[in-house]
């Protein structure tokens, strides 16, 4: 997605720390027993609109799971990578989760703006 600025990352950084950051209430049995359809998987496509789109809805989704806080970052991490497919599908498979992966630890924040790049 060349041509837009630097900004842009760190734009979805503070998107990601004001979603879902900070810890949640717990869930509670409504939250449980509601079936909120995952995300759309996001193919990697070249369109910064879908990829706002897409962000949108699984940080939607993590906040009504209640999937938010330092101690469910790496349940972000692995349920974003089943939210992806494709081109998306196929870097977290070898960046993330491969056995040569360079990146040991992935923040979610982190994640999202690798993905934007």
Request: proline fraction near 5%; aromatic fraction near 14%; charge should be negative.
């Given at each position: ?35 909120i ?20 809805q ?7 799971y ?52």
């Amino acid at each position: 997605m060349s041509g837009y600025t630097d900004t842009l990352p760190n734009q979805y950084r503070q998107c990601v720390y004001e979603a879902v950051g900070r810890p949640g209430d717990p869930v509670g049995p409504e939250v449980k027993s509601m079936k909120i359809t995952q995300p759309k998987a996001y193919k990697g496509q070249d369109s910064i609109n879908i990829f706002d789109e897409w962000v949108n809805q699984v940080l939607r989704w993590f906040r009504i799971y209640k999937v938010t806080g330092p101690a469910c970052n790496g349940d972000r991490v692995t349920y974003t990578g089943a939210c992806l497919e494709d081109l998306a599908g196929q870097w977290f498979d070898q960046g993330v989760e491969g056995l040569d992966h360079m990146i040991r630890y992935w923040t979610f924040k982190d994640l999202i703006c690798a993905l934007f790049v």
